[in-house]
């Protein structure tokens, strides 16, 4: 898929392999990646919602979220790390697009609805990374935007970068849109600038 695109045809695309269908089985193929090919031979039914909650208009709010947050982030750089002030200078509207597939791909890994934990991060890091190389011929730039799926955990104290920051706040500020029992009650968006604002 050329990078060309516009993200909605990008969403469109991720949404009929994965996030408009029913939670793939929980077994992996020899590649490693979740087994989609069965479901994806169904026809796509409009008329049910197989993911209620992380599913593709979580995804597609995620990734708008994606571009509020980086203006947020370059007009309030100041108050992050030098390394993270360096990134925001050197963001591209293609980096930043390809940071939106990441957030619109950063579920597809679950296999069981509100999963948590880095189970389901690393198996979300396989399944962009796959969607990645149609997209991206750098394999390490590849794997740094894949990576940010399992940065983005908050438990996560290792170094952070944009795209992780990002998809992290944008995650928090989705979780707490829902205003349900599920969300982690210590949760915060204190992790990078907001508490210094």
């Given amino acids: 898929m050329p990078s060309t695109l516009f993200l909605s045809e990008i969403a469109t695309d991720i949404a009929r392999k994965y996030l408009l269908r029913a939670l793939p089985p929980a077994q992996r193929l020899p590649s490693g990646l979740l087994d989609y090919r069965l479901i994806r031979n169904e026809p796509i ?24 947050l980086f203006e947020f982030y370059k007009k309030n750089k100041n108050t992050f790390l030098p390394s993270l002030q360096k990134e925001i200078d050197a963001i591209t509207p293609s980096k930043l697009q390809e940071i939106k597939v990441v957030a619109l791909m950063s579920t597809t890994g679950r296999t069981k609805v509100m999963e948590k934990g880095s189970k389901y ?12 190389k149609e997209m991206i011929s750098d394999a390490n730039e590849r794997e740094r935007l894949a990576n940010s799926i399992i940065e983005c955990d908050r438990k996560n104290k290792n170094g952070l970068s944009l795209a992780s920051c990002l998809l992290s706040d944008a995650t928090m500020l989705e979780d707490l849109q829902r205003r349900d029992d599920s969300l982690d009650k210590g949760c915060s968006l204190t992790r990078f600038a907001f508490m210094s604002i």
Avoid: F, P, W
Wanted: net charge positive.
């Fill in 45 to 68: 039914n409009t008329n049910v919602l197989h993911r209620v909650i992380d599913g593709y208009t979580s995804a597609c709010r995620l990734a708008a979220l994606i571009q509020v």
């Fill in 121 to 132: 991060r690393k198996q979300g890091k396989k399944e962009c990374l796959a969607y990645l």
